[in-house]
């Protein structure tokens, strides 16, 4: 059972640049995440999504677009890379009714 | 607004010694506090909840989290730590409905031989 699974694990981008961060899980959950982990701040919620085809804004969804076709994935697009986009990220699917967050391993992302 | 504060960022500690790792939140509705665990270069692993019911909650690890209402706090402990502690702790609290998490800014806990 694979979980969540995200890729890429590293990645390196210059100012401007665009990229997506792929997320898919093989629990059949109906609710995933996307979180943002940087030092000292715990993580932050980026987007949300309740089913396949309905996604929600978190706490700080600016720069950052998702979609949710499948109920398997849910991809994380960065539109104009910025230094302030350098973080973790980390992308979790639950069940619902249970609150219990099932991560991924991360995903390091690098703005220079 | 719902907020977490984790009251320790680095708790360091001898092996076999007792710990706390301290959490208060903050929330105006009924609340549902979970702990996560983070190993270094992993994601986040549920350590233990609470829901409902009793309010003294445990892990098959040995942690244990007892929730107070009247002092909206969640604390972690355990009696004898390993070295195998040694990790990242977040406490959370449920935001919004649909399993959203507000996340505390974590606790490093050190365990020393």
């Known amino acids: 059972n694979a979980g969540v699974t995200q890729t890429p694990k590293f990645r390196i981008l210059k100012i401007g640049q665009s990229m997506t961060l792929q997320c898919t899980q093989d629990?059949?959950?109906?609710?995933m995440y996307w979180y943002r982990q940087d030092p000292g701040m715990g993580l932050k919620l980026i987007y949300y999504?309740?089913?396949?085809?309905?996604?929600d804004k978190g706490e700080v969804p600016n720069g950052y677009n998702v979609s949710r076709s499948t109920t398997e994935d849910f991809p994380l697009r960065l539109e104009l890379a910025a230094p302030s986009q350098t973080s973790v990220y980390f992308c979790?699917?639950?069940?619902?009714?249970?609150?219990?967050?099932?991560f991924g391993e991360g995903s390091r992302l690098t703005v220079l | 607004a719902q907020s977490v504060t984790q009251l320790d960022s680095q708790v360091p500690v001898f092996e076999e010694a007792p710990v706390e790792l301290r959490c208060n939140y903050s929330?105006?509705?009924?609340?549902?506090l979970f702990w996560y665990v983070q190993y270094p270069n992993q994601g986040l692993q549920l350590l233990l909840k609470?829901?409902?019911?009793?309010?003294l909650v445990e892990s098959i690890n040995g942690f244990e989290a007892e929730f107070n209402k009247s002092q909206t706090s969640f604390h972690l402990r355990k009696p004898s730590v390993h070295i195998s502690d040694t990790a990242e702790y977040f406490c959370?609290?449920?935001?919004?409905?649909?399993?959203?998490?507000?996340f505390g800014a974590g606790t490093r806990l050190a365990v020393h031989p």
């Open positions: 979790a699917s639950s069940r619902q009714g249970t609150g219990e967050l099932f």
């Open positions: 629990m059949n959950h109906n609710y």
């Open positions: 999504s309740v089913g396949a085809g309905i996604t």
């Open positions: 929330s105006s509705v009924s609340v549902y």
């Open positions: 609470y829901l409902s019911g009793s309010t």
């Open positions: 959370a609290v449920s935001s919004g409905g649909y399993n959203k998490l507000i």
